[in-house]
Nanobody, 115 residues
Framework: QVQLVESGGGLVQAGGSLRLSCTAS????????MGWYRQAPGKQRELVAT???????MYADSVKGRFTISRDNAKNTMYLQMNSLKPEDTAVYYC?????????WGQGTQVTVSS
């Protein structure tokens, strides 16, 4: 079992930056895959980025070159650095952890990008 808490969301102008954090209730070293998802109003939840235990990353095409996912196992925390934000990035961002085939989710943090 692991609880996830996101933070760092907020309101930013287009072109700005935000850094999201996801802090876990226990050591994340053994968690094979963690990721960020987002859900905009009226749309399905979509994958933003993932990072494996070994540090391999994967990004949605829409955020490649603008977002960077990372994890700090010593701090039990995963990050999403978001640069060059666009209005279409507006969504609730969720942290995910996949451990032994079980999926865990955070409560979400709102990101709003104004034009």
């Amino acid at each position: 079992q692991v609880q996830l808490v996101e933070s760092g969301g907020g309101l930013v102008q287009a072109g700005g930056s935000l850094r999201l954090s996801c802090t876990a209730s226990r050591n994340i070293f053994s968690i094979n895959s963690m990721g960020w998802y987002r859900q905009a109003p009226g749309k399905q939840r979509e994958l933003v980025a993932t990072i494996t235990r070994g540090g391999s990353t994967m990004y949605a095409d829409s955020v490649k070159g603008r977002f960077t996912i990372s994890r700090d196992n010593a701090k039990n925390t995963m990050y999403l650095q978001m640069n060059s934000l666009k209005p279409e990035d507006t969504a609730v961002y969720y942290c995910n952890a996949n451990s032994i085939g079980l999926n865990y989710w955070g409560q979400g943090t709102q990101v709003t990008v104004s034009s």
